[in-house]
């Protein structure tokens, strides 16, 4: 079984940043692609950027240029740094398998707030 713990949500400015990670319970090395998900209130969790053991990435088309998703499989965490923060970016941010396919239970996941 797998466990995620996401961190590093919080309230923040319209067009500031913030870095989320997520560390996970085993070895992300052997996870073909890792992904992060929010899911704003009333609305369906969306796959907002993942990322390969290949390094190729791929982002919602709303996020381009303004976040970036990395992994270090050492630490078996995942990153999320979001720049330039909008308020629809608000949401609850999970972290989970990639490529739109969430094969395990999820965490807690952190909150972001983007308002002024």
């Known amino acids: 079984q797998v466990q995620f713990v996401e961190s590093g949500g919080g309230l923040v400015q319209p067009g500031g940043s913030l870095r989320l990670s997520c560390t996970v319970s085993?070895?992300?090395?052997?996870?073909?692609?890792m992904g992060w998900y929010r899911q704003a209130r009333g609305k369906q969790r969306e796959l907002v950027a993942d990322?390969?053991?290949?390094?190729?990435?791929d982002y919602l088309d709303s996020v381009k240029g303004r976040f970036t998703i990395s992994r270090d499989n050492a630490k078996n965490t995942l990153y999320l740094q979001m720049n330039s923060l909008k308020p629809e970016d608000t949401a609850v941010y999970y972290c989970?398998?990639?490529?739109?396919?969430?094969?395990?239970?999820w965490g807690q996941g952190t909150q972001v707030t983007v308002s002024s």
């Open positions: 085993r070895s992300i090395f052997s996870i073909n692609a």
């Open positions: 990322i390969t053991t290949a390094g190729s990435t």
């Open positions: 989970n398998h990639g490529l739109g396919l969430p094969l395990y239970s």
